[in-house]
């Protein structure tokens, strides 16, 4: 089986930066893609960033700009440089990860990402 373990969150004032990190272990034999998703109470979870073993990178319209997804080559692990923070984007920030040759999606248990106003 394969483990997500997300790191870097906290609390952080409004307009501030944080650096979220994702590593993946455990029987993969080749990551696919990797990403964020974020999800607050009463909301489903939506679609942060996401980057291809390619490095090809797609972004949600509110956080262009302002965050950046990488990752390290293999891809196995996920970084995401979140900067200019606004209170919107508080909530708990997930990774996952999607394998070639395995159908099956990976979650991380989630890492609290609180912006003060």
């Known amino acids: 089986q394969v483990r997500l373990v997300e790191s870097g969150g906290g609390l952080v004032q409004a307009g501030g930066s944080l650096r979220l990190s994702c590593a993946a272990s455990g029987s993969i034999f080749s990551v696919s893609v990797m990403g964020w998703y974020r999800q607050t109470p009463g909301k489903q979870r939506e679609l942060v960033a996401v980057i291809t073993s390619a490095r090809s990178t797609n972004y949600a319209d509110s956080v262009k700009g302002r965050f950046t997804i990488s990752g390290d080559n293999p891809l196995n692990t996920v970084y995401l440089q979140m900067n200019s923070l606004k209170p919107e984007d508080t909530a708990v920030y997930y990774c996952?990860?999607?394998?070639?040759?395995?159908?099956?999606?990976?979650w991380g248990r989630g890492t609290q990402v609180t912006v003060s106003s």
């Open positions: 996952y990860a999607d394998l070639r040759g395995d159908r099956n999606d990976y």
